[in-house]
């Protein structure tokens, strides 16, 4: 069965990671699979190294910066060339199915349901601040889908909310967190509180929380620092410039590495002794969270539905408001107090994470979804019915 990936970029963040692994799971399972990206980059390569054929085409992705007045003429152009690229894309491959990653590809789900490709699509997006206008406008082109997977319950109960027919179509499949090899121990004692952030730097994902919470708890007499991994979308250059100008104006600057994007975390993970997800708005779900655990590290990550869904069940975490500074401050020096605590803790809390995220379940959840909805059996593939 010839299974055709979508999906809006190429670097390896979380629904970058998802991406992956479900397509590595259907090539593992004997099926020809080819992702299809708008850019090359660290994903292209990964994926092509699990055995996924990786086709570059242009596609429209709905970035937010293109619904601002000034960009709808770069929104129009790219929304006829994204159509054209697209159907063209579909005609040479006349797959058996497809699987769309993210709301913000949605020409796809439409384009592949006029075509009568059978097609799944994932949501990872679930802002529940936004108006219910825009939230209803994001999520429905997923009604042109045949199967919609949640990222989590939080994802589908949003998407309930804001189009109640998505609920008859929709499961919630929990987002594959792969741990590292071989964990590092947590450190038995501190000298220190070495904290870290792995994600994003942007306004919403919110790592100058952390500069200030760094701060006051250094202000407090606190000996501490922060690693900070990660990059900006394109157009946020402003924002690490902020950052850096944050750190220098708090007196940070021998207390703050920042590393810049890496793929692989989990030496930055293995360094520190506590990580933060500080966003300010919702996240669907707290990838970075789970990794954390997995990582037997403690996590503190602000009180929003999908973080609170991520780290609920590990004595190991602590939720706190979202931007405040002060309460991350607070939380991680509780952590530090109740040190020995944590390091009681964090074995289990890492085994329960691994088997709740496991990868090789994942794949086959994911697998399995795609195969029905391409009417596969034990004794075949269905009759293609392309046109």
């Given at each position: ?41 660290p ?17 429209f ?35 058996d ?10 020409q796809?789900p ?6 009568r ?10 802002e ?53 090899a ?44 922060l ?18 100008a ?51 590290r ?53 085994a ?36």
């Amino acid at each position: 069965m010839l299974v055709l990936i979508v999906h809006p970029g190429a670097e390896l963040y979380g629904a970058d990671r998802v991406t992956l692994e479900s397509a590595a799971g259907l090539a593992s399972a004997g099926h020809d699979v080819v992702a299809v990206l708008p850019e090359q980059g660290p994903l292209a390569a990964t994926l092509e190294a699990r055995g996924v054929r990786v086709v570059v085409s242009p596609m429209f992705v709905l970035r937010k910066q293109l619904l601002k007045p000034r960009n709808w003429p770069k929104l129009i152009s790219s929304a006829v060339g994204g159509l054209v690229a697209s159907w063209r894309l579909i005609s040479r491959y006349r797959p058996d199915a497809a699987y769309v990653s993210t709301v913000i590809l949605p020409q796809w789900p439409m384009l592949l349901r006029l075509r009568r490709v059978p097609t799944i699509t994932h949501v990872h997006e679930a802002e529940a601040d936004s108006p219910w206008a825009m939230r209803a406008f994001l999520y429905s082109p997923q009604v042109w889908a045949h199967t919609v997977i949640a990222n989590s319950g939080f994802t589908a109960d949003l998407m309930r909310r804001s189009l109640p027919g998505l609920g008859r179509k929709t499961t919630v499949v929990l987002n594959p967190v792969p741990g590292p090899a071989s964990p590092s121990p947590v450190r038995q004692e501190l000298d220190g509180i070495r904290i870290g952030y792995v994600g994003r730097l942007s306004p919403r994902k919110g790592p100058d929380v952390i500069i200030g919470a760094l701060a006051e708890l250094r202000a407090r007499g606190r000996s501490a620092s922060l690693e900070i991994v990660g990059d900006v979308f394109r157009g946020y250059e402003w924002y690490a410039a902020e950052l850096e100008a944050a750190i220098a104006a708090e007196g940070l600057t021998d207390a703050v590495t920042m590393h810049g994007y890496d793929a692989d975390v989990w030496p930055h993970l293995a360094a520190c002794d506590v990580m933060i997800v500080p966003s300010r708005t919702d996240e669907s779900f707290g990838n970075t969270a789970v990794e954390s655990i997995l990582a037997g590290r403690p996590v503190i990550v602000s009180d929003l539905a999908g973080l609170r869904e991520a780290v609920a069940d590990y004595p190991t975490s602590r939720i706190v408001a979202p931007g405040d500074p002060g309460a991350v401050a607070d939380a991680v020096q509780g952590l530090m107090e109740e040190w020995p605590d944590v390091v009681r803790h964090t074995p289990d809390a890492a085994a329960a994470a691994a088997r709740r995220h496991s990868v090789d379940r994942y794949q086959r959840i994911i697998t399995t979804t795609v195969e029905s909805a391409a009417g596969a059996t034990d004794s075949g593939f269905r009759e293609n019915s392309r046109p």
